[in-house]
């Protein structure tokens, strides 16, 4: 396992694990962290090996956001340049890697700590884990993609209602919204979650990739531009050696062995 100070970064059975290292403070983020986050997101966009990516943290924390002491002082911090250069990259770093991304949410995710879970593909979740749109209380508002996030998940009502009074939404809360795709046993929770990213990674992710792309895309196309970009999409799918494999593995009724190629 390759250490930066405070990320950890592991590649195992085309699984890349990025954790965020910082138990004590429950993975409250520098602006160092964000840019290893970036740097390893990029890192598991090019690398061949790599079909799926978790985001995790060590201990109770998944991250309580922005590290508030590193913030504090006598001098004002220009938050707008902090969001740009920390986490705005992050947030398009993971919309933009053409492998699917795991949020694997180990316990608390406040502030931007949570938006960062919610900018991954898919989410799993302790039993333990909470959600929380911590900004309120001291004063900011969303980012992260907390504005542009929140109200696609939940209408815009209750994402004002989340930002607004900045309360817990539960790991089984947030299943019941479909936010999170499975919730784990805190004790399971390192096992069960690999085992979840590694099925994905046994999908054929070029079609993942795909999809993921042709999903964003959509979200801001009228329903004619839409249908435009799948037609392209699906052109480029169906060259895919796994889209051949697949369709052999039918008609040869076996299992498929996809390469994400
Ligand atoms: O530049 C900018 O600021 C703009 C960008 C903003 C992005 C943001 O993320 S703003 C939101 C920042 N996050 C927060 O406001 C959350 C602050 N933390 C909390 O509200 C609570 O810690 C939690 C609800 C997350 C968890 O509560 P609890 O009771 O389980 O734990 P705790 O005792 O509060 O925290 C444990 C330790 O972590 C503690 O350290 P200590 O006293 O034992 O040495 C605490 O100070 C530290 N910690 C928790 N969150 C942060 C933090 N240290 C620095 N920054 C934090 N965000």
Same mark, same amino acid.
């Given at each position: 396992?390759?250490? #930066? ?9 085309? @699984? ?6 910082? *138990? ?25 090996? @790599? ?24 001098? *004002? ?39 960062? +879970?919610? +900018? ?36 815009? #009502? ?21 936010? @999170? ?75 498929? #062995?996809?390469?994400?190629?």
């Amino acid at each position: 396992m390759a250490e #930066h100070q405070n990320v950890l970064f592991e590649i195992s059975q085309g @699984v890349a694990t990025i954790t965020l290292n910082r *138990p004590e403070k429950l993975n409250a983020l520098t602006m160092d962290m964000l840019h290893q986050l970036a740097l390893l997101i990029a890192k598991c966009a090019e690398h061949d090996d @790599v079909r799926a990516v978790i985001l995790t943290g060590v201990g109770r924390g998944f991250s309580a956001g922005q590290d508030l002491a590193a913030v504090q002082g006598n001098q *004002p911090v220009n938050f707008e340049q902090v969001v740009r250069e920390g986490y705005n990259p992050v947030v398009q770093g993971i919309a933009a890697c053409p492998k699917p991304v795991i949020a694997a949410v180990n316990g608390v995710a406040a502030g931007a700590g949570a938006n960062l +879970a919610l +900018a991954c593909d898919l989410l799993v979740a302790a039993e333990s884990a909470v959600f929380i749109q911590a900004f309120t209380a001291i004063g900011l508002m969303p980012d992260s993609g907390g504005t542009w996030f929140l109200p696609r998940i939940f209408g815009l #009502h209750k994402a004002k209602e989340l930002a607004f009074l900045g309360e817990r939404l539960t790991a089984a809360e947030a299943k019941q919204w479909g936010m @999170v795709a499975r919730i784990f046993t805190h004790e399971n929770f390192a096992a069960e979650s690999f085992q979840f990213a590694h099925q994905i990674a046994t999908l054929p992710t070029a079609a993942l990739a795909m999809t993921k792309a042709a999903m964003h895309q959509a979200l801001s196309l009228p329903l004619a531009e839409a249908l435009d970009a799948e037609a392209k999409w699906q052109g480029k799918a169906g060259l895919t050696t796994d889209h051949a494999e697949g369709v052999a593995a039918f008609l040869e009724k076996r299992k498929p #062995h996809f390469q994400g190629k």
